[in-house]
């Protein structure tokens, strides 16, 4: 069997559709070429691939079909008509070289062609899914690396929403069971050097400061150590360094 023969009934033995004589003549030459070897295990995963996607049909289908096997609507011919000529069909057994004529190797070589640009369409879409799969993971694996992606994704995080007394909000932070909390985004306009924005607790009615978060918060991160646990945060306007208690009233403020 030469090159050119065996690759063409390559999708044919990635479908096992090949007799076994046949099936043998191609693992032969697959056996020493290193293109055809690629070739089918590219085409075979596919095929694997086809395998996971079957679905059984419901129950009453076949019912629906049974029904009308034997019903010819009007004017309908007595005969089905005959798609391919009768000298056209050859058995699938017959397909090796030498036993068969040109002419029927090329009806061979279209249906495997047919067969390989199924399974190519198939490749291509395998392709895109594995690409999607890939971008999911390093997606995944950027947000472990940003401790704010992390936070949102911890089961029993809390969304704190702060906002002013326009009922504007002015900032969101995310709180993890363990007391750990990240700023995930706000809407405070950036201060002079010489002001700071800073972060309060509001515990038994009285603010505690947790930190300073500059005159332009970016990345915030802080840790709820008070006992007991804030009932709520808020954030005041400063002077740089920060305040032991707010010199300033309350710029927003968010339930815990």
Request: glycine share 8%; aromatic share 4%.
């Amino acid at each position: 069997m030469t090159h050119d023969e065996a690759y063409e009934l390559l999708a044919p033995l990635a479908l096992d559709a090949l007799d076994a004589v046949t099936r043998l003549d191609v693992e032969r030459h697959v056996l020493e070429c290193l293109r055809c070897q690629g070739e089918l295990d590219t085409l075979r995963e596919v095929a694997s691939a086809m395998g996971t996607t079957y679905r059984d049909p419901p129950p009453e289908l076949w019912e629906k079909i049974a029904g009308r096997l034997y019903e010819r609507p009007k004017g309908e011919p007595s005969s089905l008509p005959v798609l391919v000529p009768n000298d056209r069909i050859v058995p699938i057994g017959l397909v090796r070289a030498g036993r068969v004529s040109a002419r029927t190797r090329g009806y061979v070589a279209a249906v495997s062609a047919a067969a390989a640009a199924i399974i190519v369409a198939l490749a291509v879409s395998l392709g895109s899914a594995h690409g999607q799969i890939a971008n999911l993971q390093s997606a995944l694996n950027k947000s472990n690396e940003n401790p704010v992606l992390s936070a949102l994704t911890t089961p029993g995080h809390q969304i704190v929403t702060l906002r002013n007394g326009q009922h504007h909000t002015v900032a969101t932070f995310v709180v993890l069971r363990s007391g750990q909390g990240y700023l995930v985004r706000d809407a405070m306009p950036a201060l002079n050097n010489n002001k700071t924005y800073q972060l309060w607790g509001i515990v038994n009615g009285a603010p505690v400061s947790i930190g300073v978060m500059g005159p332009s918060p970016s990345q915030v991160s802080f840790t709820l150590v008070s006992s007991p646990s804030p009932s709520a945060l808020a954030v005041t306007v400063e002077p740089a360094g920060g305040s032991l208690k707010p010199a300033r009233s309350i710029l927003a403020e968010g339930a815990v």
